[in-house]
């Protein structure tokens, strides 16, 4: 499965959707989960770049795996999501530095379809108040922004929660762009 997750890492980097040390990816196995280490390079990533730790509670390798890894056991308890992808898109950051409400909605038509509204939640990286509002918005989205940070989808395999996070940047790359225009 690191495989996997490298393959989503390298597409991940060189699409421009992070910089090569930031962001995460976490696959859900039963009560564990696989993520992504602290400080991993997206595009480098190895099989001793990805922990496995309990989804509930914490554990010893909490230590090394993503400062994140709070925020992702809160999606899988609280959504269907099996994947998890953590992007720091640079159009969804600046739109939710734009947004004057807690949703960002698209002005294409694929975004309209496949994402409806857009939600952008608050919390610190890390922290319990992102894992909450995080885990309450992706229960009834399959991406959310968090605002001045960076994207989180969902999917049921890693390559659908891939989809979501490039979905999501060119629908906010579209918006952008629309709204200049129109000013």
Not at 14 to 32: A, K, M, P, W
Not at 96 to 103: G, Y
Request: aromatic share 6%; with cysteine.
């Amino acid at each position: 499965m690191w495989r996997e997750i490298s393959r989503i890492g390298k597409k991940l980097v060189d699409t421009g959707l992070v910089e090569s040390h930031f962001g995460n990816i976490s696959v859900r196995i039963g009560n564990r989960m696989l993520i992504t280490r602290s400080g991993c390079a997206l595009d480098e990533i190895t099989e001793d770049g990805v922990v496995e730790v309990v989804l509930d509670g914490t554990c010893a390798l909490d230590m090394i795996a993503s400062s994140e890894a709070i925020v992702h056991r809160a999606i899988y308890r609280n959504t269907p999501a099996l994947a998890i992808v953590h992007a720091h898109c640079p159009f969804a950051v600046t739109l939710s530095l734009l947004a004057e409400n807690d949703m960002i909605e698209p002005a294409d038509s694929e975004g309209q379809y496949f994402l409806g509204e857009i939600p952008v939640v608050m919390g610190g990286i890390g922290s319990d108040e992102l894992a909450d509002n995080l885990s309450s918005a992706l229960a009834s989205h399959r991406a959310a922004v968090v605002y001045s940070h960076g994207t989180f989808a969902i999917g049921r395999v890693l390559d659908e929660a891939y989809v979501m996070t490039t979905q999501v940047e060119h629908s906010c790359k579209i918006r952008y762009w629309y709204d200049l225009a129109r000013k």
